[in-house]
């Protein structure tokens, strides 16, 4: 038998599946350097020279997240509330559900908040939306005014921090 393709001979461990003891090709073993090469080379430049990471990347996302007018002063009395209910029972309860309990969308009546159960966070979040989730960008839909009386109404409903 040539040396080039004898067997390790575990066959009786492996449930009879045998395997050559044949070096790496050539071409594997130099990807398999690049590769190290590459890794050291680009986690330097990441971390050091450049000093980049995650938690920084996610910062500036947060930073650059656009922030809207606030026009809440005038409205979270009891009218632009139950304003605030018809826009909800036409707009979102097909998500968020009749009593605000989630479905496609999360609870709005509890007191955990992805994006902040102020009303100001709640006014925010529902005029930018979260597109890539499946929030609809409410504010240009909406306008500013309906957008307070929604969120308003949202806030008033136990969960508002
Ligand atoms: C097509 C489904 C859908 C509709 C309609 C919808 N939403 Fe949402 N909403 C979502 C999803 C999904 C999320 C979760 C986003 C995430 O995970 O970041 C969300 C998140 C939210 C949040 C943030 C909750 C938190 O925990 O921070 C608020 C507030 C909200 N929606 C209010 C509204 C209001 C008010 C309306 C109606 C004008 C509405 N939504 C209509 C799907 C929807």
Request: proline share 4%.
């Amino acid at each position: 038998m040539s040396d080039k393709d004898r067997v390790l001979g575990h066959a009786d461990e492996a449930d009879g599946i045998e395997e050559y003891d044949n070096s790496l090709p050539t071409w594997w073993v130099g990807l398999f350097y690049c590769c190290i090469v590459f890794a050291a080379v680009y986690g330097a430049d990441y971390h050091f020279l450049r000093s980049r990471s995650s938690a920084s990347e996610m910062e500036q996302a947060i930073v650059a997240r656009p922030k809207v007018e606030q026009t809440t002063a005038a409205a979270v009395g009891p009218e632009a509330i139950a304003a605030g209910k018809s826009v909800y029972d036409t707009n979102c309860v097909a998500c968020h559900g009749a009593a605000l309990e989630g479905g496609v969308g999360p609870n709005l009546a509890d007191t955990t908040w992805i994006h902040g159960g102020t009303l100001s966070a709640i006014q925010n979040t529902i005029s930018v939306g979260v597109p890539e989730k499946g929030m609809l960008t409410w504010g240009p839909i909406l306008g500013p005014e309906k957008v307070a009386q929604v969120a308003a109404f949202v806030h008033a409903q136990g969960g508002g921090q």
